[in-house]
């Protein structure tokens, strides 16, 4: 069975910085794209940032500038660089990837359960 699991939430102050992670396991034959995105209460969940298997990377224009997502695909691990942090980033962080798993040819999309950043002023 495949799982995502993020990790690396927290309270931070704004202008602080944390470091998301998102380790998948399972039999995967092979991850393809990978993001992050994040929910507050009562309102939409939003793309924050995606990467490819080869590095190819887009952002969120609110967070441009400030965050960076990057991947160890040796590790199938994902992470999220959060930088100068503003009130308006606290929510839900989810990972998502696009994956094959071993037992089908088929892609699926899957979603770890969530990591909470909280920022305060």
């Known amino acids: 069975q495949v799982q995502l699991v993020e990790s690396g939430g927290g309270l931070v102050q704004a202008g602080g910085s944390l470091r998301l992670s998102c380790a998948a396991s399972?039999?995967?034959?092979?991850?393809?794209?990978m993001g992050w995105y994040r929910q507050a209460p009562g309102k939409q969940r939003d793309l924050v940032a995606t990467?490819?298997?080869?590095?190819?990377?887009n952002y969120a224009d609110s967070v441009k500038g400030r965050f960076t997502i990057s991947r160890d695909n040796a590790k199938n691990t994902m992470y999220l660089q959060m930088n100068s942090l503003k009130l308006e980033d606290t929510a839900v962080y989810y990972c998502?990837?696009?994956?094959?798993?071993?037992?089908?040819?088929?892609?699926?999309?899957?979603w770890g359960q969530g990591t909470q950043v909280t920022v305060s002023s």
């Open positions: 399972g039999t995967i034959f092979r991850i393809n794209a």
């Open positions: 998502n990837a696009r994956l094959l798993p071993a037992s089908t040819p088929d892609e699926y999309s899957y």
């Open positions: 990467i490819t298997s080869g590095g190819s990377t």
